[in-house]
């Protein structure tokens, strides 16, 4: 029996769906713990296509509990329109484990509506947020203003503090960004509605872990986005509002950490970002369009162009330290494929510092930092079929090799393409 936790290292979107789903076969419970729809991965599943925001990919494997814990921020209308999906595909039995945490914080219009306002006044100095709620949400979480699941299963008390919000939020939305204001009476509807059909699924999903945890179940933590877009430690304010830390599994879904056994890192094998904020690796010319298009780097919930660079180990040695991670897991090695020499990142250089073990927390700083590279050589084999680490060319090895001891900490698993047997797996976390 294991609890293990997977975070991304990178700024999100390092292909923790192909991993999460192999991680999942071996668990019997996989719990998200924070963030919301602005996470999304696409599964393919006897050929037809499943984009999934919120529920976690477990459920696509029979008899497992997937929860979503108390530190997510729920739209119940994606959410709803998620399960009907399934069920459309008949991947939604009647029995299927499905379980909502009370204490998971509901995202409501106003929240959507805030999310744009602020985005579109704010004018170049964007974040460039996924426009779904997310950080107006976990503002009232923080305020102690936030509607919680229990709170909308209660329609007496959710009426009282839908009518307070509306008040508040309309101040805001009409005084402040001259918007349309929203309406009470047509969100209580809707949103009781929602409550109607969610009510099956709410459940204490803490409890329900420590009770899975003591009979000897294998447990996922499933991360969402990456350690770089972490409220504390990511490159502020160009972050989501959660944490996205390792760390925040336990609070985010309600265990100790002394419960936890893994922490696998997810590291692409070069480095993305979308939406705006610092990225000192990043390639804006004919390498970093390459990468784009063999990668196929569009986001998977708003369809962006990914912004692509080489791959940047200061990110990654934070990642490492904040997170506490204890094995990595390279993907998408195969797209650097043709591609020489391979760049590394090592350390950022300013007119008068270095850094090279932690990226500096000032916005301003950090824009002025430019990259230091070591090159390696590249390959030219293609690396599809590779099963051990003796099958990829010497290269490729070396390139793992360099990682790891930069990292300072081993690969579990290098992916080397995008099916689920292009995969070498070195140690599996749940054995
Ligand atoms: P928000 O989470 O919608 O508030 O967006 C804040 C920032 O995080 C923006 O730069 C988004 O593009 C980024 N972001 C949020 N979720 C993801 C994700 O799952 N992958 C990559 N970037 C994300």
Not at 209 to 218: F, H, L, P, R, Y
Not at 308 to 324: A, E
Not at 334 to 340: A, C, N, R
Request: proline share 4%.
């Amino acid at each position: 029996m294991a609890q293990v936790i997977v975070v991304g290292t990178q700024w999100g979107d390092e292909g923790k769906g192909k991993i999460v789903d192999l991680y999942a076969r071996k668990a019997d419970v996989i719990a998200r713990f924070q963030g919301g729809n602005n996470a999304g991965h696409t599964l393919v599943v006897e050929g037809r296509q499943t984009i999934l925001h919120l529920i976690p990919s477990g459920i696509l494997h029979d008899r497992k509990i997937c929860i979503l814990g108390n530190g997510m921020v729920i739209d119940p209308d994606v959410l709803l329109q998620e399960i009907d999906d399934l069920c459309e595909k008949n991947l939604f039995p009647p029995d299927t484990k499905l379980y909502i945490s009370h204490n998971a914080h509901i995202i409501m219009p106003y929240h959507k509506s805030l999310d744009k306002a602020r985005e579109a006044r704010k004018g170049t100095a964007k974040i460039g947020t996924t426009g779904r709620g997310i950080g107006p949400a976990y503002g009232d979480k923080i305020a102690r203003t936030g509607i919680r699941l229990c709170d909308l299963l209660d329609s007496e008390t959710f009426g009282e503090m839908l009518r307070i919000n509306i008040e508040e939020k309309n101040f805001y939305l009409t005084q402040f960004y001259h918007d349309k204001p929203l309406e009470y009476a047509a969100i209580f509807d809707e949103y009781s509605g929602y409550a109607d059909r969610l009510r099956q699924y709410a459940a204490n999903t803490s409890l329900m872990i420590d009770q899975e945890i003591k009979k000897g179940s294998d447990i996922l933590f499933e991360g969402a986005q990456g350690c770089h877009l972490d409220i504390d430690y990511g490159t502020y304010p160009f972050v989501t509002s959660s944490n996205t830390a390792a760390g925040s599994a336990c609070c985010g879904a309600g265990i100790g950490p002394t419960k936890i056994d893994a922490v696998v890192g997810i590291c692409k094998a070069y480095t993305t970002r979308v939406g705006e904020g610092p990225f000192v690796t990043e390639l804006t010319g004919a390498v970093g369009e390459r990468i784009q298009q063999v990668g196929c780097e569009f986001g998977a919930t708003t369809g962006r162009k990914r912004r692509c660079g080489w791959l940047d180990m200061v990110l990654v040695k934070q990642s490492v330290r904040v997170s506490g991670i204890t094995g990595m897991a390279l993907t998408k090695l195969d797209v650097l494929t043709g591609i020489d020499p391979i760049r590394i990142c090592v350390a950022y250089k300013t007119d008068n510092e270095q850094f090279s073990e932690s990226v500096p927390p000032s916005t301003k700083l950090l824009g002025q930092c430019r990259p230091v590279y070591e090159d390696m050589e590249g390959w030219s084999d293609d690396l599809s079929g590779a099963k051990t680490m003796n099958d990829l060319p010497a290269n490729a090895k070396r390139y793992i090799e360099r990682l790891e001891e930069l990292a300072g900490v081993k690969m579990s698993l290098v992916s080397v393409g995008p099916g689920r047997e292009e995969t070498i797996v070195l140690e599996s976390p749940f054995d």
